[in-house]
């Protein structure tokens, strides 16, 4: 494969992980928000379908990530997710509640101090 194509196809895939985050963000923020508006009644389940799916795809590319360079606007991403997850820890879907502790502690390498 020439080197113009290995570039090519890593900003393709820079470019899916980067919309697969934003689609993360989105989904798991309007989680977080009708949640807090549900009070006692329970999510659709197409939607706690998806949170859950965003949930482990998070944790999927976290992982990824931990194994191989990426840009800053990815890593922005990555981080700027971080806060929304956390608010998810005191939504009262439980179903969800593994894919979200799997994605958390996917951010544990993220978090710790950089030894030089």
Same mark, same amino acid.
């Given at each position: 494969?020439?080197? =113009?194509?290995? *570039? ?5 895939? $820079?470019?899916?992980? %980067?919309? !697969? ?27 706690? =379908?998806?949170? *859950? ?5 998070? $944790?999927?590319?976290? %992982?990824? !990530? ?43 390498? !993220? ?6």
């Amino acid at each position: 494969m020439a080197s =113009g194509d290995e *570039s090519s196809e890593g900003g393709l895939s $820079e470019l899916a992980i %980067s919309t !697969l985050l934003r689609r993360c963000h989105e989904v798991t923020k309007k989680f977080v928000q009708d949640d807090r508006h549900a009070g006692k009644r329970p999510l659709p389940r197409s939607q706690m =379908g998806e949170v *859950s799916f965003v949930f482990k795809a998070t $944790e999927s590319v976290v %992982s990824f !990530l931990k194994k191989s360079p990426a840009s800053g606007n990815i890593w922005s991403q990555v981080t700027s997710l971080y806060p929304l997850l956390v608010d998810c820890v005191t939504c009262t879907a439980s179903d969800v509640k593994p894919a979200l502790r799997d994605a958390l502690k996917q951010y544990h390498d !993220l978090l710790a101090p950089q030894c030089s």
